[in-house]
């Protein structure tokens, strides 16, 4: 029986593994397994760091205009000064009347898109 082509998993390299005992083997040789984890492990390491950096930001806007007393604005003009919804925790939700509302909270804040206006946030205290 003829043995299917395995292609190595280590996208720097591809070639083929011509010559593999287990029907598992993923990569051509030892040094590309090391190479992909590695290269794999960083890349998850930059997304934690980008989210981590980004709801940093969101968290200091948001303080910034709570200590303005300013608890609803646009959010486009939050979005201008570097605001970014990716970097958003998960979603709580609060009960209002028969309304389920969604907000979110980083830190010491809870703020949310104004229910009234979804174009803006609104802080709440
Ligand atoms: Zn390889």
Do not use: W
Not at 17 to 45: A, F
């Amino acid at each position: 029986m003829k043995r299917p082509i395995k292609i190595c998993k280590n996208p720097d390299c591809q070639d083929e593994i011509l010559e593999y005992k287990s029907s598992k083997r993923e990569y051509c040789s030892d040094s590309c397994r090391n190479q992909h984890g590695h290269k794999r492990r960083t890349e998850e390491n930059a997304d934690t760091i980008a989210y981590s950096k980004g709801q940093k930001v969101n968290y200091k806007l948001i303080k910034f205009y709570k200590d303005c007393n300013i608890l609803i604005e646009e959010l486009s003009k939050f979005e201008k000064m570097g605001f970014n919804t990716k970097y958003l925790p998960p979603p709580k939700f609060y009960l209002k009347g028969t309304k389920n509302i969604q907000y979110y909270q980083i830190k010491d804040i809870q703020f949310g898109l104004n229910p009234q206006n979804t174009n803006q946030i609104i802080i709440y205290k």
